[in-house]
């Protein structure tokens, strides 16, 4: 148990459907991340929101959009997704301002069929 | 943009053999330095990380890395590995004041009796 915690564990979704990844972190951090993890590739950071505020977009496809409603919470919500977004997500957190490492959830296996 | 290489896509070893896993980094500020292991299964977890001071950092399970600034790498090492230690090795870079992680591609590790 890292005080990060994801769901769903896995998911297999068409590509027309609409789904939600969910992150809630549990530590007291006010930066969220979403990574997105692929065989052979380096992780890939995809969206940070630091004090709730999106900081940072590394040209994420649009069909990937995330949402932060608080410090402890952190969605991606998935539509229209291409058999190449089939990954691993994991999200993870830290304090803004600390000499302070990332905490990382166990991921969601995401399969697009 | 910041990037960091880790040498070896996949390292087999036997128990008891020493190891040493390769990272450098491209940047030529500040910076924070990390390795994290994933186990099968599992998330990733910090083995451990250099912030300041004595350039040689120890973690748990008995590694160790080493901060050379003029070589601009980080490499990890253990001096006698288990089977226990199988899995993936991922070196991570930040900037002074909490900027996002920055992977490398990952080493796996197989450890054989």
């Known amino acids: 148990e890292t005080g990060v915690t994801q769901t769903p564990r896995h998911l297999v979704m068409g590509m027309t459907n609409k789904k939600s990844l969910k992150c809630e972190q549990h530590?007291?951090?006010?930066?969220m991340y979403w990574y997105k993890q692929s065989a052979k590739k380096p992780l890939e950071l995809m969206f940070v929101?630091?004090?709730?505020?999106?900081?940072e977009n590394n040209s994420v496809p649009s069909r990937f959009s995330p949402e932060c409603p608080n410090s402890s919470h952190l969605f991606l919500h998935l539509h229209t997704l291409q058999p190449e977004d089939s990954a691993l997500y994991l999200c993870?957190?830290?304090?803004?301002?600390?000499?302070?490492?990332?905490?990382f959830g166990q991921g969601t296996r995401l399969t697009v069929v | 943009a910041q990037s960091v290489s880790q040498h070896n896509h996949h390292v087999i070893l036997s128990e008891a053999a020493s190891l040493e896993l390769g990272c450098n980094y491209s940047?030529?500020?500040?910076?924070?330095l990390f390795w994290y292991v994933q186990y099968p299964g599992q998330h990733l977890q910090l083995l451990l990380k250099?912030?300041?001071?004595?350039?040689l950092v120890k973690g748990i399970k008995g590694f160790e890395a080493e901060f050379i600034k003029s070589k601009f790498s980080f490499n990890l090492r253990k001096p006698s590995v288990q089977w226990s230690d199988t899995a993936e090795y991922f070196c991570?870079?930040?900037?002074?004041?909490?900027?996002?992680?920055?992977f490398g591609k990952g080493t796996r590790l197989s450890v054989i009796a």
């Open positions: 993870a957190s830290s304090q803004v301002g600390a000499l302070a490492e990332a905490f």
């Open positions: 530590l007291g951090h006010n930066a």
């Open positions: 929101y630091s004090l709730e505020e999106r900081v």
């Open positions: 940047y030529g500020g500040t910076v924070n």
């Open positions: 250099y912030f300041s001071g004595d350039p």
């Open positions: 991570a870079v930040n900037m002074k004041g909490n900027t996002p992680l920055v």
